[in-house]
């Protein structure tokens, strides 16, 4: 099994900025994509960012040129620099974690909330 746990979120102002980290435990060699979805009050479920374990990124269109994915392999940790932010961004964060190849994931944390008030 393997457990995430998510941190840094919290509420920021509108251009403000935020990082969130996620760390993961148990069976940490199978990972092989990371990645962060959220999810806002009625609306659907959306990957935001995602990165292998070579380091190959993906972004959702609304946060490209704002947020940046990285990883750090030896720490078991990925991060979500979040930056220029706006309030359509307010939603749960949530990290998740996949095995196989690309971005699939089965693997998720409990989230953290991040709102951005304007």
């Known amino acids: 099994q393997v457990q995430l746990v998510e941190s840094g979120g919290g509420l920021v102002q509108a251009g403000g900025s935020l990082r969130l980290s996620c760390a993961a435990s148990?069976?940490?060699?199978?990972?092989?994509?990371m990645g962060w979805y959220r999810q806002a009050p009625e609306k659907q479920r959306e990957l935001v960012a995602g990165?292998?374990?070579?380091?190959?990124?993906k972004y959702a269109d609304s946060v490209k040129g704002r947020f940046t994915i990285s990883r750090d392999n030896a720490k078991n940790t990925v991060y979500l620099q979040m930056n220029s932010l706006k309030p359509e961004d307010t939603a749960v964060y949530y990290c998740?974690?996949?095995?196989?190849?690309?971005?699939?994931?089965?693997?998720w944390g409990q989230g953290t909330q991040v709102t951005v008030s304007s």
């Open positions: 998740a974690a996949g095995t196989g190849t690309g971005f699939l994931f089965s693997s």
């Open positions: 148990g069976s940490i060699r199978s990972i092989n994509a």
């Open positions: 990165i292998t374990r070579g380091f190959s990124r």
